[in-house]
């Protein structure tokens, strides 16, 4: 009876004891989430953010950052006050930043001694930076670039090794070094790239990287105007077409990694997913003699940092009128813990610099020591459908001084009337596009 007593007493006291020390049941609440689909979270994230977090249920604003215009990101921010919002480029992360339209985290990273010093010190400055001087989001991935070389085509033709922070002149010298003899089964070039991504072979495999490298702008956003018709676009492009035309380089419309990984290519670009595939080849080709490769970082502009050289993933902001910041807190938080990057790391580069995987023995390291850009990268602001319609105007002007013999200043010429007309249709369709959806808007 003293122990039915007892444990009656402490459950009368439970309710009080609570109170007492602050102890509450969570309060439910529903967050508006901006993310790609319903459908799309549970296959990345499935239960476990509802499994850790029951009290928060997530309401998914449909955004799909692949095909849908950053404008209907910023009327859904505007109009329908998300809590969270998964943004997909930096230039829309700075627009949001510079609307007010997106709160600062450095209250409630200071507030929960939240270790953000994990993570690589140049990508947290590039959030600062972008977010004008706070940081208004956090991002899990990074994704970037290096130069893969294979030593012992180096070692056989005595040419020395790449090195990090090359310039693309270097880079260029380096790879017209290699001979340019023999059948197509027999020749080594000395570099070979693909325009899969871009589909545009020759400018998105050569110049366009070149021009990246150089920090050139395609449009002038003061006077949208385009910009081709200069004298620095016009030495990126002699330069690229003399490298093309030198038969040192091989650019492919698809891309063909085994040409590197079987020794006809001494030099490639690719993201870490290309030292997965070497370190795959390798397992699949026992009885190949072992491809002997490395990679550096890659070539840059000699005048300030490499823009192009790598490009933060998805970052997850809180909305500055959400009324439920704690709680989207616990969300951007959960997309950023160690727990997750840990589980990411192993196919690609995390942002908590320490979780980072080495490939086969080859640290990653070189390619974490990326320095922010801190200045505005031009490329990142311009709409997606414009950028490959631009790529592909400036692929067709390529292949005619390659193919037809059209002399350069006439390509560019055209290239530059083609694209200016491009750019006026797409500021076109934009402003109908806005029209619509404040028209559409309650």
């Not at 095909?67 to 809590?83: A, H, S, Y």
């Not at 997106?102 to 270790?115: E, P, Q, R």
């Not at 070094?177 to 059948?183: I, Y």
């Amino acid at each position: 009876m003293r122990k039915r007593n007892l444990a009656m007493s402490v459950l009368l006291l439970l309710p009080l004891l609570q109170a007492c020390s602050g102890l509450k049941k969570e309060e439910p609440v529903t967050l508006k989430f901006v993310f790609q689909s319903e459908d799309a979270f549970q296959r990345s994230y499935g239960t476990e953010f509802a499994d850790e977090h029951p009290n928060i249920k997530l309401e998914i604003i449909p955004y799909d950052l692949f095909t849908d215009p950053p404008e209907k990101l910023t009327d859904i921010v505007r109009n329908q006050k998300p809590d969270v919002i998964s943004i997909d480029s930096l230039a829309t992360y700075r627009k949001l930043s510079s609307e007010d339209k997106l709160m600062s985290l450095d209250t409630l990273i200071a507030k929960d001694a939240y270790d953000i010093d994990a993570f690589i010190p140049s990508v947290i400055d590039e959030l600062r930076s972008a977010g004008g001087g706070s940081i208004n989001g956090l991002t899990p991935y990074l994704s970037t670039q290096a130069l893969y070389y294979n030593k012992k085509l180096f070692d056989r033709y005595g040419i020395p090794y790449p090195k990090d922070n090359m310039t693309m002149e270097q880079f260029l010298q380096l790879a017209e070094r290699f001979p340019m003899d023999g059948t197509d089964e027999e020749r080594v070039y000395g570099y070979y790239n693909s325009g899969y991504v871009v589909f545009t072979p020759y400018f998105g495999g050569l110049i366009e990287p070149l021009a990246k490298a150089a920090n050139l702008s395609i449009i002038d956003p003061a006077t949208d105007q385009v910009l081709i018709n200069s004298d620095d676009w016009m030495e990126v492009f002699e330069r690229g077409i003399r490298s093309l035309r030198s038969q040192a380089f091989r650019i492919d419309e698809y891309a063909d990694d085994d040409i590197f990984a079987e020794g006809h290519a001494a030099m490639q670009l690719g993201d870490l997913s290309l030292a997965d595939y070497f370190i795959q080849y390798q397992n699949e080709h026992p009885n190949e003699p072992d491809l002997d490769w490395d990679f550096v970082t890659v070539p840059h502009n000699p005048n300030g940092p490499n823009s192009s050289a790598w490009t933060l993933g998805t970052i997850f902001s809180i909305g500055a009128d959400s009324s439920n910041q704690e709680a989207a807190w616990e969300l951007v938080k959960y997309f950023n813990s160690e727990k997750s990057q840990q589980y990411a790391a192993t196919g690609s580069l995390v942002t908590r610099q320490a979780l980072n995987v080495d490939r086969d023995g080859r640290s990653v390291e070189p390619l974490l020591n990326v320095q922010s850009t801190q200045v505005y990268n031009p490329w990142e602001a311009l709409p997606i459908p414009y950028l490959m319609k631009f790529r592909q105007l400036a692929n067709a002007a390529v292949l005619k001084v390659l193919d037809d013999n059209v002399p350069l200043k006439d390509a560019l010429a055209t290239l530059q009337n083609e694209a200016q007309a491009e750019w006026m249709k797409s500021k076109l369709d934009a402003n109908k596009a806005a029209s619509n959806e404040q028209g559409a808007a309650p």
